[in-house]
């Protein structure tokens, strides 16, 4: 029976590939959450000097509640149900996704039931600890712990029992946005020495909000990952779409 509580408030779905991290390239359907607990307004984005902060808060920060049923019909109507019933993955993002955690499980729980290889990637932040019942439908998290570039308070960024959590967690990968020396320097102090983590569970991505400031930042933390151990990633959707979302 539909109920006026099975709702997520949604920004945005889209079909597409996962442009970052571990599972770059794979075909996804995206399901991004309204809301975040933070506001990354200290990200310059450019090389250029220009101040564009998080890149994707125009969207995040619009949406509409939707029922769990009209998400549902809507995919299935799409041929993305389809989609990830072949391997696509779900990828849930944000903003923070955790937010609405609560609301995330029974939906998982609804989608679990109609694709039976369902493969969930979550994308956080690392500031929300995430219940077990969520966790039981997690297939992967993406965690993007932000470093003292992004302008919040630490307090409000760095939250170390969550992320201990999400380090015990086997299905946790870490991505960090970087630009320079100093933000690796930091990954290992504030992250790796601190609790223990795993290197090769470590992707850096180069800091740009367009492709041409990303590619301009690509080489020198492409030479950081070989210095240091850690994976690389582009950040796909800026070299194919540049600067456009939902894509
Ligand atoms: S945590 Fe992510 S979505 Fe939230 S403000 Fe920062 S970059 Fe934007």
């Not at 779905?13 to 809301?35: C, H, N």
Request: net charge negative; proline share 3%; charged share 25%.
């Amino acid at each position: 029976m539909k109920s006026n509580n099975d709702y997520l408030r949604v920004s945005e779905t889209f079909y597409s590939i996962q442009g970052e991290g571990k599972s770059l390239g794979v075909p996804a359907v995206f399901l991004r959450l309204m809301g975040c607990n933070l506001t990354c307004s200290g990200f310059s984005y450019s090389l250029n000097g220009v101040h564009l902060g998080c890149d994707t808060k125009a969207v995040w920060s619009q949406g509409e509640k939707m029922l769990f049923s009209d998400i549902l019909d809507d995919w299935m109507q799409k041929g993305w149900m389809d989609a990830l019933n072949r391997g696509a993955h779900l990828v849930v993002t944000g903003g923070e996704p955790l937010l609405q955690q609560d609301k995330l499980s029974c939906f998982l729980k609804l989608i679990s039931d109609r694709c039976s290889e369902l493969f969930v990637e979550v994308e956080t932040n690392g500031t929300v600890c995430p219940k077990p019942e969520l966790m039981s439908y997690i297939s992967q998290f993406n965690v993007s712990p932000k470093l003292a570039n992004n302008g919040d308070s630490k307090d409000k960024r760095w939250k170390p029992d969550v992320l201990q959590t999400f380090v015990d967690t086997s299905t946790a990968f870490f991505k960090f946005v970087v630009q320079s020396r100093t933000d690796v320097l930091e990954i290992e102090s504030q992250f790796l020495s601190l609790f223990d983590l795993d290197r090769r569970r470590i992707w850096l991505m180069p800091e740009g909000g367009t492709n041409r400031d990303m590619s301009e930042n690509s080489d020198c933390v492409v030479e950081l990952c070989k210095e240091f151990g850690f994976n690389f990633s582009p950040r796909l959707q800026l070299i194919i779409w540049d600067q456009a979302t939902g894509v």
